[in-house]
């Protein structure tokens, strides 16, 4: 590269314009194109001020480089590349070496007068961040054309760039284009592209940076010599493609394998063997999961309904629209669950799922509020792996596998700058739908905390709020119509539909304390204590705070330390908002034993929220927590002494280091009774008919569910793990089956190991009961207390049960006079189990 003599650049004066003239193999056309360009800049006297062109030669092979250098203007510089890279390339370097305050773009053929520049500068005079020269607005003139092939592609290429990429401009590729000379510099610094579609990507960046382009009319004659090769054609479509799903950096490629890894680590007991290893801590919810998936799976492949099963709960059915089946990921995981079982399938969602969550925290934090990706991985990994999520990582994948909060939070704040409403809206409304097929609270949750940050953030910048009312409003208004057109049939079903229930009362405990919210988690890898855990949570998978003191008290410094930054005190108070509403309905006042209504009292009979876990609103703290670390962590950064910087990240570190969790508990599955696997229950069940596991299964014992699994889901079953209305009138939600006679007095016997006296009526209650669940066969399968168990069944049915494959079968049609009907007993539709 060739320069002017050491010092000239240093003693000049930043140059009100640059000139950036893209070349390879130009020695034709050069020449004149400089000519043209001194004369017209040198004519005007002073009106440009100091200027300077810039040569980018992109490897040329032929003369071009000595026609800038032989000319030794010293207003003319060259900035060369090794090789041929492409437009694009040769761009990047131009404009990143130009330093005028405004930077003029131009084609080598000059295919635009120099003498245009004129009414591109009048434009950028009106406040315009850039003025684009175009050959399609009103006012443009053309001479010489282009051959009518090359005119069909140039016109297909611009609608495409309309429809896809670039809104509002009708020409993108006219040469010939005046910027802010500091935006555009950063606009070339971010991009990536190395060819034609480089104006596409650096006019996408002004208008997602809210920079205003005009559209100038402009006099456009086409030149001979073009370096558009046929292959230019395919590659340009091609480029739009990668500007629609951009690559990540090394850095963000970096973040999103780490996080993968966390991820990985802290399902290390299960992942590697799923099928063989239960998440201890999960208590029955592994198994109803895969449940779900299951069945999800075998409705889809049998062309059935998804969002109702009768293969539990028999003969009433499951909801699924009313239970967190997570159809969002058990439908397009079925082939996965059909190949390789549902315990795989889980498996995968959760891991990767919530890889994915921190990931898409990753980019919200990058995107919205810092640039340093060390402090942005820090905030990300906090929103996703902070202790209630760890928590709820054990049994609860709605509440783990969120990497759609992050999007449709960006999608929202989108609506407030009022640019593109009615696309962003439209995209909201599709992320809104399909959150609801992967979780219904979180998304409630996550509304919730959007309204507190609104609340707060209005407080602090009134005048910003004002404006983005509108649009807002206007945005998720088309938002919900589109989301309620695709989610309106489910809906109706969950509410209205089959088993459907009005709301699910969780009883005493379901709100947080103060010291829970103060304390260590039981899955801390240095401080866990899992008595105090337990005390403090309904049970292992619903540690709902437990962030700890030394997390709350880093948030107040930060709070503190940063408070002049209004996102940070709107942060800080959706933190301390959420936080205090989880306390419940009322709240205990700490070392007193006083009692004081609660904020969320007024909260609580709510359609939708009534329903909601109360603590759980505590889960809106992780992600806020999260941003105001990378906040902060970015400031750290900028520090001028190394000492700040230093103290600053030693006290992030020692609040952080508490909340390193331990990998998930595991431990190894039980197998299941032959009887299941081989198909021996085939010969016991009929057409229509159940088979009744002993006990029946339930929220504290759902095993029963797994069998069914390995039995390839050929049999129906009463009792179950899953929500229903309580019964009888009663459209209250509860979890399980209300307990009928049988069902009541076989759980007895298993908690207390003693066989119940069984008479004539308790005989005649059990036939009724059997006949409401058409069952055809008893199972006891060994297990704790089975011996009073068997004897109870025993005297039920009036003979003993026979061992087959691993269990006890009753066979119901033992008796009968043929065997090809079913087993007939009076019903006593009493309708609970």
Known sequence: MTTPPRGTTARRAVPDLSVVVPAYNEERRLGPTLDALVRQLAAAGDRWGDWEIVVADDGSTDATREIVTLRRDPRLRLITSPRNRGKGHALRLGVGASR???????????????????????????????????????????????????????GAGNLLIRTTAVRGIRDTQCGFKLFDGEKVRAAFAASRLDGWA?????????????????????????????????????????????LRLPLPGPADAVAAALFLALSVALYAGRFFDPAHRYLTDSLQDQNQWEWFFAVTADNIAHLRNPLFSDLQGVPDGVNLMANTAMLGLSVPLTPVTLLCGPAVALSLATTL????????????????????????????????????????????????????????????????????????AVVLGLMAAYQVFLGEEALLLAALGMLLFAAAHTAVRPREARAAVRPLLRGLAIAAAVCLTLVVYPLAWQFSGPQSYTHLDHGPGAANSVRALLTFAERSLLAGDADRADALSLNPTEQNA???????????????????????????????????????????????????????????GLPLLESVIVSRTALICAPVLGMLL????????????????????????????????????????????????????????????SLVPVPLPEPTAAAALHWQIAAGLGFRMPGGYFNRPYGDGDRSG????????????????????????????????????????????????????????????DKLVGRPGRWVAGVWVWDLHEGEPTRDAPATLPSSGNGKQ
């Open 100 to 154: 005028g305050r405004r930077v003029l773009i131009t084609d080598a053929d000059l295919a635009v007068p120099a003498a245009e520049l004129e009414r591109l500068d009048a434009a950028l005079a009106r406040g315009n961040a850039a003025a684009v020269g175009s050959r399609a607005v009103p006012g443009a003139t053309l001479g010489d054309r282009r051959h009518p092939v090359r005119e069909l592609l140039a």
């Open 198 to 242: 480089i104006d596409v990507e650096v006019l996408r960046h002004f208008q997602r940076a809210d920079w205003p382009v005009a559209e100038v009319a402009v006099h456009w004659s086409h030149r001979p010599g073009s370096k558009i090769r046929p292959l230019d054609y395919l590659r340009f479509p091609r480029d739009l493609i990668r």
């Open 353 to 424: 799922g919530l890889a994915a969550t921190a990931t898409a925290w990753y980019r919200l934090i990058v995107r919205r509020l810092v640039p340093q990706r060390g402090a942005a991985f820090a905030g990300a990994a906090l929103a996703a792996f902070a202790p209630p999520m760890v928590s709820h990582a054990n049994a609860h994948p709605n509440f783990v596998v969120l990497f759609m909060i992050p999007a449709i939070l960006d999608r929202t704040l989108r609506l407030c700058a009022g640019t593109r409403v009615v696309r962003d």
């Open 546 to 604: 437990f962030y700890g003191w030394p997390l709350l008290l880093l948030a107040l410094a930060i709070t503190v330390a940063l408070w002049r930054r209004p996102v940070v005190r709107a942060l800080a108070f959706t933190a301390a908002a959420a936080a205090v509403l989880s306390l419940g309905t009322r709240v205990r006042v700490p070392l007193t034993g006083a009692e004081v209504p609660g904020p969320w009292a007024p909260l609580a």
């Open 630 to 689: 990378a906040l902060a962590i970015g400031r750290l950064a900028r520090a001028r002494s190394l000492g700040t910087q230093y103290a600053g990240l030693l006290a992030v570190c020692l609040a952080l280091l508490p909340l390193i969790p331990a990998p998930l508990r595991s431990e190894p599955r039980a197998e299941v009774p032959a009887f299941f696997t081989d198909g021996a229950w085939k010969a016991y069940v009929r057409p229509g008919e």
């Open 734 to 793: 509860v979890y399980g089956v209300p307990l009928n006679w049988t069902a009541s007095l076989l759980k007895d016997v298993r908690e207390t190991g003693v066989a119940q006296v069984i008479d004539d009526r308790a005989r005649d209650e059990a036939r009724r009961d059997l006949a409401y669940w058409r069952a055809g066969a008893l199972v006891l399968t060994p297990q704790p207390h089975d011996g009073p168990l068997r004897a109870t069944v």
